[in-house]
């Protein structure tokens, strides 16, 4: 048996590998990703995401029966993890151990629009990010690694720009 | 013991109490949410969101051990929960019974910038979502339907608008 340490955990060799073939052939950097949603009455429903499954309610303030995390909580932790990945990714990259690392994602959101009292924007009116990390490198160096992050992150820009969204009826 | 039939299973006077009281008071109309992300090793990570705990991980092909759905779907499945959301409160607003609604979601992304290779939008290019629904209403009551919930989605407006986001190193 043959042990092989690695920093953070992270298989970089396949990010490295991945990175590679993209830049010898773009087309490969060209992903499509697809989630489904059934309906299971009330507010609740369960996605289907490859082989997991999750499930999502609303708490009982907004009609709920509160059995899962609601949609706009689960668009929060959705960039508090893709964050973490970005983190992991680049200070692995630059040989940084992380100790440990936390994120804190905080939104505010007027249910005005959604309730259908005044027509405008139903979304987070902004998101804040807090990142908390342990590692061997100084706070400059952290810096320098969480502007990256930002920079680079799919579900940070998702949020930050407008993205073309169809709803068709089939 | 008494037995309230709930159209659609959705308790609609939660809804309307709600949207009373934020008619009365614009105040109460804001809310603030909130998910912590701890990292667990690797591209993992656990999420949480008041009492919820759910797992994120990305597939072995961007470096991950497939533990979970990763950060991307995640975002897409959110919409799709936060659509049905929608689609189940309108319905029974309007008094219609829904039999099945399922939900398909699918966005585009280039991975040249997550990875590094060139600078620019990291985000998907575009999401398009496919409703399903039986329903005990014509075709274009549907559309109207399914219209209003797009113009009025939380998590749709999120993505379709572009949002104040702050990454802070704390």
Known sequence: MTTTYRLNDVDIESVAALTAACREDVAKAGTTWR???DWTGGFRTQS?????QQVS????????TDTG??????????LG????????ANATARGIAIDRLGIAVEGDLDLSTFLGITPGHAGFDSIRVEVEIECDADAETVQDLIQDVGDTSPVGHTLSRPIPLSITAV
Chains 1, 2 share one sequence.
């Open 81 to 88: 993890n893709c964050l973490a990945v970005g983190v992991a």
């Open 69 to 78: 995390p609601n949609p706009v909580e689960q668009l929060l932790a959705a």
């Open 57 to 64: 309610d609303e708490p009982p303030a907004l009609g709920g």
């Open 48 to 52: 289907r995401i490859r082989d997991f």
């Open 35 to 37: 989630a489904e949603v």
